[in-house]
């Protein structure tokens, strides 16, 4: 059952999304801010994201914009009343996949909600893995293997990894990582980030000890070495 977040701060059209999205087999969840939105999102786990742009605290385009950072490919569809060819375009360029307008069709809404879903299970087959130098990072299994090697990694390891990763050349900072992976605001505690870090490359030396994967970059934060 994909799980579908409904970002949407009006009580009733809320209501009314997630009523249609639980009967046609869906699992909703309702969010009513942008700050709450990226807290869910933070938790991962979700397939489409339904977005209105009209949000208390971080705009719904706030939210796509941090979204897209972080690299996740979770497809967003966007509900607005605003259609002029200009916001079309920013929405597209933020990283948006589709848009509804308001009042939208109960129907078309939920075949492109079916479209983008099956779109996305498509790119999902076709990229089910990550590889870097002699580690492969499987995102079906969770974890990282070198040859028939297993890592065996936590949660937080495997998406701090699948994070740098999916994007080897970008240094990330520990507000980064901290933000992505565990969702919430960074407030400075070091030694979280380096705990996990610390773990990480250990399993990682484990199966593979002749390569550095993870490289610290000081005073800045960490990425995948050259």
Known sequence: MEKILVVEDDAHISEMLCLLLGQSGYLPVAAFSGTEALLHLGQGGFGLVLLDLMLPGKSGEEVLEEL??????VPVIVLTARVDKETTIKLLRLGADDYVTKPFDNNELL????ARLRRSDDERGEAAQLTHKAIRLDLGAFDAFAGDKKA????REFEILHLMMANPNKVFTKNNIYESVWGGEFWGD?????VHISKLRGKLFAISPDEEYVQTVWGIGFKMSD
């Open 68 to 73: 897209r950072k972080t690299l996740s490919k």
């Open 111 to 114: 075949a492109r909600v079916e």
């Open 152 to 155: 065996g990694l936590s949660k």
């Open 190 to 194: 070091d030694n979280t980030i380096n």
